[in-house]
């Protein structure tokens, strides 16, 4: 951090889906005397809850025209789009750094949102030819790797972590390997907070080259069966039998792990996507880093409630049976 930064920012209130994005007057002068040059809108939902479509089109369609016209209002001449690299939907292989289509299957509404905020401001863009757009594409975000801290977050992996923690008694009660409707040989693209904002830093400096739009994920990531080996050995519970296909006769608890992890479930059959990324050194993400962020969250988690902690024999990675 270059010295002094943090005594040039300044925090104002405001609300993304309010008009002038909750700023009132005053602080929109303010910031179109600052002679504002970028701006940089990161503000969005990253709740996949089907009840809550409303709100989350809200928040990332709505909230991202409020912040291009804000953006236009003070004067910026470059605004900054965070989107997320999972809003191609369900499409595998070759993911390319360009607008995907509207009309792809998604796996939840939030990547649709995120998507269709893509269109909105490439639209904008076309008819106010003097604002340059980027757009940065984050895969699953998880904390710092100089930490491994989760720090209360609970969406993307660890909302996943989270449904197993919750039913860790009854996993463990049962004394076997439950059953999981999943492709094991699907992966999760990770990366860790400081990598990317390292990445959007470097994108920054280097102004953008090579296009509009720039992925901010991982060159390799462990295989699914690897990431949820991680989240079992985390909760210290049985490490799941993953069956690729929907499960023939499923027991209560099956039933129930199923529907407790149904938010997530459109990610346990993805594929393997490889994101393009242009720019940028090679990063990759390993099933030993992946077990570090998982129990980091578990012991946030037991220090701030005073639970106990479990202890298990880890079962071995040829466990998890196709």
């Not at 002679?35 to 990253?46: I, P």
């Not at 479990?310 to 990675?317: G, R």
Request: charged share 25%; aromatic share 8%.
């Amino acid at each position: 951090m270059a010295p002094g930064a943090l005594e040039r920012v300044e925090v104002l209130v405001g609300d993304v889906v309010g008009s002038q994005c909750g700023l009132d007057r005053h602080d929109e002068q303010r910031l179109r005397e600052a002679g504002v040059g970028e701006f940089w809108h990161l503000a969005a939902t990253t709740e996949f809850d089907v009840a809550q479509a409303d709100s989350i089109l809200r928040i990332n369609i709505e909230g991202t025209g409020r912040a291009f016209a804000l953006a236009e209002q003070i004067g910026a001449n470059r605004f900054i789009h965070t989107s997320t690299a999972y809003c191609c939907g369900q499409i595998a292989g070759d993911i390319g750094e360009t607008i995907h289509p509207i009309d792809a299957p998604f796996t939840n509404v939030y990547e649709r949102s995120k998507c269709l905020s893509e269109h909105l401001l490439a639209a904008a863009t076309r008819t106010k030819r003097g604002i340059d757009w980027r757009i940065l594409r984050p895969s699953v975000v998880v904390g710092p790797v100089e930490t491994h801290a989760a720090e209360g977050v609970n969406h993307g992996l660890y909302g996943f972590l989270r449904g197993v923690y919750s039913m860790r008694e009854g996993l463990r009660q049962t004394g076997r390997s439950v059953r999981l409707s999943a492709d094991p040989s699907s992966e999760i693209n990770i990366i860790p907070v400081d990598h990317a904002v390292r990445m959007m830093a470097e994108l920054r400096e280097s102004e953008f080259p090579g296009g509009p739009i720039h992925h901010i994920t991982s060159d390799a990531s462990p295989t699914l069966a690897e990431t949820l080996n991680a989240v079992c050995d985390a909760a210290s519970v049985p490490r799941f039998t993953l069956v690729p296909t929907r499960l023939e006769a499923p027991t209560a608890f099956e039933r129930v792990l199923e529907q407790g992890t149904s938010t997530y479930g459109g990610y346990l059959f993805g594929g393997v996507k490889r994101f393009a990324r242009a720019f940028g050194k090679p990063y990759s993400v390993d099933a030993a880093e992946v077990q570090r962020f998982c129990s980091r969250w578990v012991e946030e988690r037991q220090a701030r409630r005073g639970a106990g902690t479990y202890s298990s024999k880890p079962l071995e990675t040829s466990d998890v049976n196709a």
